[in-house]
C-alpha cells in the first residue's frame, strides 16, 4: 500500500495546510486534491468508477490522511455528477489500488439515481421536463 513518504511534496504541503483547519473551514476541492495524490488509482474525477463500501475505512487504516479530510473528499466525491451516473447495477466497484473489489447493487443504483434527480431539480424548476427513451430533453426558459 502507499506510504505517507510517498505523496508529491505538493500534496505534503496542502495536507500540512489542512491538518490544522476545523473540517468546516476546508473546502471540498482541497480534500479530494489530497485524497487523489494518495491513491490515483481510485479516484479518477474525469472518469470514476464506484468505489468499494467501506472505502473509508481501509483509507483511515492507512495513516495518510486524518479522517476529517477523507470524510470530505468522499463526500464530495461521491455527489459528483459523473460518479453518480457511473454507479449502475452490476458495476464493478474498485478498492484503492484500482482493484475490482464488489458490485453495484440494484438498490444503490436506484439511489444514485434519485440524488442525480435531486441534485438536477433545483436547475430545472420552472422548465418542460421531457424523456425519449433515454434522453432526457428541458426547455430553456427564455428571460422575459
Not at 42 to 58: E, Q, R, T, Y
Not at 74 to 91: Q, S
Not at 110 to 118: Q, S
Not at 126 to 132: E, H, L, P
Amino acid at each position: 500500500m502507499t506510504q505517507k513518504s510517498e505523496l508529491s511534496e505538493e500534496a505534503m504541503k496542502l495536507l500540512k495546510k489542512l491538518e490544522n483547519k476545523p473540517a468546516a473551514e476546508i473546502m471540498n476541492s482541497e480534500a479530494l486534491r489530497v485524497v487523489r495524490a494518495a491513491w490515483p488509482e481510485a479516484f479518477h474525477v474525469s472518469s470514476p468508477k464506484p468505489l468499494k463500501v467501506g472505502i473509508h475505512k481501509d483509507m483511515e487504516s492507512e495513516g495518510l490522511i486524518p479522517p476529517h479530510i477523507i470524510s470530505t473528499a468522499l463526500n464530495f466525491f461521491t455527489t459528483l455528477e459523473r460518479y453518480l451516473e457511473a454507479v449502475k447495477p452490476g458495476a464493478a466497484r474498485i478498492n484503492l489500488s484500482g482493484q475490482t473489489a464488489g458490485r453495484v447493487r440494484l438498490r444503490e443504483a436506484v439511489d444514485a439515481e434519485i440524488k442525480l434527480y435531486r441534485q438536477s431539480e433545483a436547475h430545472t424548476r420552472g422548465r418542460t421536463r421531457v424523456v425519449i427513451n433515454r434522453i432526457k430533453l428541458l426547455s430553456v426558459k427564455k428571460a422575459s
